[in-house]
């Protein structure tokens, strides 16, 4: 069996894999969730925090967004299967120029992440069947609303300061993606017209291409 774990996006939980299906008969599925990170934690001691919950030998590690960047610092403390990225960066140099200019001015510092915490509210505030179900779908997927933990990421994301990566590396990034836009992505497996939430909106192009991508 080939046990692949699955790391979510920033402030995201597992939930956003659940339309993630793949053959049963090769696969097993292990999404993992967020720890709140400890007092100065380094990324590096974080993701080897994270390693304790990958119990199986040779893994695939797989990340969405800032989830992609933690699987890379796991995977430079294990042996691993394959290394697969998604809608995230490889680099520095993939950050676009809004968030390279925020972490050289500490900007990030100054960054509204209570925001997160307060989507209970702004449910409250929703007009018109469209916004509610956008809400809906924050309160659904985005619930990881620690201060702390919000804080630690953001710098963590803006702050990466990785230049070379593995070249075993697989990087998925959709064309259409605001976040980490696609003209400052190199060497992906482009997805037409994926967004940065695509591992949940284009879950069928994930579904038939992760176990080619995997096994080859």
């Given at each position: 069996?080939i046990h692949v774990?699955?790391?979510?996006g920033?402030?995201?939980?597992?939930?956003?894999?659940?339309?993630?299906?793949l053959?049963?008969?090769?696969?097993?599925?292990?999404p993992?969730?967020?720890k709140?990170?400890?007092?100065?934690e380094?990324?590096?001691?974080?993701?080897k925090?994270?390693?304790?919950?990958v119990?199986?030998?040779?893994?695939?590690?797989l990340?969405?967004?800032?989830?992609g960047v933690?699987v890379?610092?796991?995977?430079?403390?294990?042996?691993?299967?394959?290394l697969?990225?998604?809608?995230?960066v490889?680099?520095?140099?993939?950050?676009?120029?809004r968030?390279?200019?925020?972490?050289?001015?500490?900007l990030?510092?100054?960054a509204?992440?209570?925001?997160?915490?307060?989507?209970?509210?702004?449910?409250?505030y929703a007009?018109?069947d469209?916004?509610?179900?956008?809400?809906?779908?924050?309160?659904?997927?985005?619930?990881?609303?620690?201060?702390?933990?919000?804080?630690?990421?953001?710098?963590?994301?803006?702050?990466?300061?990785?230049?070379?990566?593995?070249?075993?590396l697989?990087?998925?990034?959709?064309?259409?993606?605001?976040?980490?836009p696609?003209?400052?992505?190199?060497?992906c497996?482009?997805?037409?017209?994926g967004t940065h939430?695509?591992?949940?909106?284009?879950?069928?192009?994930?579904?038939?291409n992760?176990?080619?991508?995997i096994?080859?």
């Open positions: 069996m774990y699955l790391m979510p920033m402030a995201a939980n597992p939930s956003i894999f659940e339309h993630i299906k053959p049963k008969e090769k696969f097993v599925l292990h993992l969730s967020w709140i990170p400890e007092t100065a380094s990324l590096s001691d974080y993701a925090r994270m390693l304790e919950e119990t199986e030998k040779n893994p695939v590690l990340g969405v967004s800032f989830g933690v890379q610092e796991m995977a430079k403390q294990i042996e691993f299967r394959k697969i990225i998604v809608s995230s490889k680099s520095k140099s993939e950050l676009p120029k968030m390279r200019f925020s972490a050289a001015l500490g990030y510092r100054l509204p992440v209570s925001l997160a915490r307060n989507i209970d509210t702004l449910a409250n007009v018109g469209k916004f509610k179900h956008k809400v809906a779908l924050y309160q659904k997927y985005l619930s990881i609303t620690d201060p702390v933990y919000l804080n630690w990421a953001l710098e963590q994301m803006l702050c990466w300061d990785q230049i070379t990566y593995d070249n075993r697989v990087h998925i990034h959709g064309t259409s993606d605001p976040v980490f696609y003209r400052y992505i190199n060497n497996i482009p997805v037409p017209g939430a695509m591992i949940i909106t284009k879950c069928k192009w994930f579904n038939i992760l176990p080619k991508i096994e080859n």
